[in-house]
Nanobody
Framework: QVQLVESGGGLVQAGGSLRLSCAASGSSFNPNAMGWYRQAPGKQRELVAAITRGDNTNYADSVKGRFTISRDNTKNTVYLQMNNLKPEDTAVYYC??????????WGQGTQVTVSS
């Protein structure tokens, strides 16, 4: 069993930055892929960024050039650095670890609010 604890969300003005962290415990930290998703009110959850075990990254078009996903295996942690935030980035952000099709874990979510 894997537990994920997210942190780093909050309220920021447009143009500001935040760094989200997702710390994993309970298993060896070597998932096939890790990702950050977000869900705004009334909208479906969407992929924001992902990174594979081989360090290949993928970003939603809306965040390319502004967000960076990274990980620190020594700390069992995945990060999402968010720069130049926009009001439309306001959402609950969730981290996700994928070990296999049957082993997918989600964090509890952290609120990010960007004021204009």
């Amino acid at each position: 069993q894997v537990q994920l604890v997210e942190s780093g969300g909050g309220l920021v003005q447009a143009g500001g930055s935040l760094r989200l962290s997702c710390a994993a415990s309970g298993s060896s930290f070597n998932p096939n892929a890790m990702g950050w998703y977000r869900q705004a009110p009334g909208k479906q959850r969407e992929l924001v960024a992902a990174i594979t075990r081989g360090d290949n990254t993928n970003y939603a078009d809306s965040v390319k050039g502004r967000f960076t996903i990274s990980r620190d295996n020594t700390k069992n942690t995945v990060y999402l650095q968010m720069n130049n935030l926009k009001p439309e980035d306001t959402a609950v952000y969730y981290c996700n670890l994928v070990y296999s099709a049957l082993r997918v874990y989600w964090g509890q979510g952290t609120q990010v609010t960007v004021s204009s």
